[in-house]
């Protein structure tokens, strides 16, 4: 009498769906996937590293009258080429301020108009 040993392994063989093959990218698909990340990233960090913080060159003190905002003031004092919401942001880096909160009687360093001179800011 004859018998037959047959060993079968362990580990389940794992055999694709059928209709399914595996993905794989072709080199021109993941040069095309990174060229796209990269462009994302840059799209969201890249204004700003591009953009240079601009400073006035002029400036005035003015004391925070009562019930005025930075917008307000931002609007009275504006930037030549910025809009108010980019004058405030010039606002917080001359006071070195981290918060939008200002009360009346307040000092603030704001942008002075050239063109008017000094003569001209608040008090």
Known sequence: MRSTLTIRSAAPRVRPARGHAPMRFTALEIFLLVLFVITIIAAAVGPSLVRDRVVPDETVTIKVSE???????????????????ETIGAIYELNDMTGSYIVAGQLLVVPADPAFGTAMARR
Request: glycine share 10%; hydrophobic share 40%; net charge negative.
């Open 67 to 85: 019930d005025e905002t930075l917008w307000e003031i931002a609007r009275a004092h504006p930037i030549v080429g910025m809009t108010t919401g």
